[in-house]
């Protein structure tokens, strides 16, 4: 808990920054310092996060540095992420996922960016690899973010006109080789350890597939086409089937209904709410498209599919399906599970690109171009990615009992929460304790049957808190425990 839950930004900042490679010692040091300053005020605007005139000066001129890319920002920060995955024992799960940063309204940065949305507006595709540990049916709370393992950071090519459907499936650039892209960021997992690619619907192309085949990885993805199966022997409960889809459906049940975490869904209006479901799987072949795109062998791939089915959803509410795509086996009821467990871990990336845009605000910068604002999306995604450890830290099962203090987090922090959030000057708080308080000053009301709260929620209690820390440091003279 100690190496996630440091009160002090000036180490974290050191740690995830510290050896970046700027080409000379002195952006490092400045680079190390802003991060110091983000940490503390996260969210809102530069200038809000940078109050102090010669701070956002600083920043604008390390930017101005050729040196000052974005591989060379979140280049410690992912070794860092690496070097602990290497030392995480078991299961490390790397989740997947494309978002669009909009900077549609920033004019002269805009020009050099590429279409999003709808084609009206201009940003970046962000792709984002998160390395988590699964925890386990009985204790999700167990599961933990270990760090942002890779970020592809690119425009959306625009298709010229008159560009043909096989031209367009050859193109090097386009965005299903965003998958692969990533996760050659990654690396190998070494000798007899177990990462697992978890992947959403978008990651389903048959190139992507045969990659991870051909480079020996392991995968988790949910479909979203209904492949045609090869061979003769996809037999269901009492038939031959030449479909995914059929085939899955049709597949008996693995023992009995277990219950499955859903995260809350924006995009969808749904609520986070636990599913009673009911698991099936079994092993398949895969048939190589037609029309085969880019680096792509053709041939066919034998794998498992894993079928996820809600039973008596709420009333109103569309029953839950997925269809799961592994190379991993699942030919026992505990490997299915295991794997859909694995899957259930996939909105934890979605939670963070919460704390990309509504967190750290990415979107909020008025650069005047795209090379000024690359590497400062690769600082706020670092900072997002640390702060988001801090907040699942908090929901560990030993965060309740474990004290803030023994923790890292400064006695005067906790003094501060203990007095302002709960009332009790004095009071020791635990790990979840201070975290919950940090919450109460942002206007969370921490309710029996309050969720958790969400990143604007907690931002804006850091920010008040790191008000009361500054005041009580002015009055006393920096002489605070």
Partial sequence: MEAVVDGDWAKLSERHFGSASLGDARRSRRLVKTAELIFKHPAGTLPDKLPHWADLMGLYRLLDAEEVTHAAVIAPHCRWTLDQMRQTPGVVLLLHDTTELDYTTRRAAAAGLGQIGNGGGRGYLCHNTLAVTPGTADRPGDRRVIGLAAQVLRPRRTVPQGETARQKRQHPDRESRLW??????????????????????????????????????????????????????????????????????????????????????????????????????????????????????????????????????PPGVAAVEWVLLSNVPAATPAQAAERVDWYACRPMIEDYHKGQKSGVDIELPQLESPERLAPLIGLLSVVAAVLLQLRHAARQPEAAHAPATGAGVPTLWVQLVAAQAYRTPGRELSVAEFFVGVARLGGHLARKNDGPPGWQTMWRGWQRLHLLVEGAEAVMGGNCV
């Fill in 180 to 313: 692969a892209q990533g996760r050659q960021q990654v690396g190998d997992a070494p000798a007899g350890a177990t990462w697992v690619d978890v992947c959403d619907r978008g990651a389903d192309c048959f190139e992507f597939l045969e990659y991870e085949h051909a480079h020996g990885r392991h995968y988790v993805i949910r479909a979203a086409k209904d492949r045609r199966l090869d061979g003769e022997d996809h037999l269901g409960c009492d038939r031959v089937h030449r479909t995914l889809y059929a085939y899955a459906r049709d597949l008996p049940a693995m023992g009995p209904t277990r219950q499955v975490e859903l995260g809350a869904s924006t995009r969808k209006g749904a609520k986070a709410r636990t599913a009673t479901v009911r698991i099936a799987a079994g092993p398949l072949t895969l048939a190589a498209p037609a029309n085969p795109r880019g680096q792509c062998a053709a041939a066919s791939l034998d794998l498992w599919v894993i079928r996820v089915a809600e039973v008596d959803p």
